[in-house]
């Protein structure tokens, strides 16, 4: 039954080619990895947390210091999460330079790229749950940036934080949506995302060339040949993040008080390029424009003109500078902001 699950998601047959490590770095099934990780670790966590302020940060300090294993649950739950979002972003660029969008994956790239928005959400939605003062005041400060979109922008802010502040209904709205409307529907997609893939006939082999004519790669079964493959790489990933989760501790501050503003407040790392954008050009750019314009830049993709199967040099030139714009303004975020948002040198 496992072997025939298994080729419903992969091809019987697989290009020896498509084994090789450094095709795809493992960054796609890492992800699913990482998503089935925080679905097990976060039913988990959910027997013990209460979604209710004042019992929400002590259901947390209970899971940490007095159930058995809870605070390295925890902390797996915590750093998987921070952990996806990077592998995602990595795999977003192998798709790209491999120009494996194009059809017949067109519909995958789209489906991919729907399951990002939903792992950003879910780490979003579950950066408030812990109710300490990081969270807190980081969920106050992401969701008053929608505050500058305009006509809706207050519309949208009360929406998300189900009244005028953050407070107990904002911590149920965001629960209901971390440990509902997320997991089912990143589990569906992530299922038709594997189906497509299956469909196109597995992953975008490069043909080689030798002699002037292309040479045809051989194939080897997927069972055992890829299979073991992908079982020993998720066991080396698993032991990765549970050795990382064991030396490190998910962080829990203080409890949150809606009264007491810390020096400084920052939106969590992956909206950080947002946040430092706020600080030198209108916000109007920064939260409305520039996420639509990047939005529609990564969807419209699959419909450009491609050359031998991959971006043309304009599409890449976009493509890069926009990344490392971002980039840029992240690591400025994280690392060169101080008390009151002030440049600093982080040594």
């Not at 992800?31 to 947390?60: C, D, H, K, N």
């Not at 959400?121 to 579950?126: K, P, Q, Y």
Request: aromatic share 12%; glycine share 8%.
């Amino acid at each position: 039954m496992s072997s025939s699950l298994f080729l419903h998601f992969r091809p019987r047959r697989v290009p020896k080619d498509a084994l090789r490590f450094t095709l795809t770095w493992g960054l796609g099934g890492m992800a699913a990895l990482m998503i089935v990780q925080q679905l097990l670790t976060g039913l988990l966590l959910g027997f013990f947390y209460e979604p209710v302020p004042v019992r929400a940060y002590e259901s947390v300090q209970h899971i940490q210091n007095s159930i058995f294993l809870g605070d390295l649950v925890r902390s797996m739950h915590h750093w998987t999460g921070h952990f996806l979002v990077v592998v995602i972003a990595l795999h977003l660029l192998r798709i790209f330079f491999n120009g494996a969008f194009y059809p017949p994956r067109r519909r995958n790239w789209l489906v991919g790229l729907a399951m990002g928005v939903l792992i950003l959400t879910a780490n979003f939605s579950g950066y408030l749950l812990p109710w300490d003062q990081l969270s807190y005041w980081a969920v106050t400060i992401a969701t008053s940036m929608l505050s500058y979109v305009p006509l809706i922008g207050s519309s949208l802010q009360e929406i998300m934080r189900g009244g005028p502040e953050v407070g107990a209904a904002t911590l149920q709205l965001f629960y209901s949506i971390h440990t509902t409307f997320v997991p089912v529907s990143l589990f569906l997609l992530m299922g038709y995302h594997f189906w497509f893939v299956r469909k196109a006939g597995g992953i975008l082999v490069p043909k080689r060339k030798q002699s002037g004519e292309t040479e045809k790669s051989t194939s080897v079964p997927a069972i055992p040949e890829l299979l073991v493959r992908e079982m020993a790489f998720a066991a080396l990933v698993t032991c990765c993040i549970l050795l990382f989760s064991m030396f490190i501790d998910a962080p829990l501050g203080n409890m949150a008080n809606p009264e007491l503003t810390p020096p400084t407040v920052k939106a969590p790392w992956y909206f950080l390029g947002a946040q430092e954008l706020l600080l030198h050009v209108p916000p109007i750019f920064a939260i409305c424009f520039l996420p639509l314009s990047i939005g529609l830049f990564l969807t419209l993709l699959p419909f450009t003109r491609q050359k031998d199967g991959k971006p043309t040099t304009l599409i890449k030139t976009l493509f890069i500078t926009g990344a490392l714009f971002m980039l840029i303004l992240t690591i400025t975020g994280i690392w060169f902001r101080g008390q009151g948002m002030t440049l600093v040198m982080p040594w």
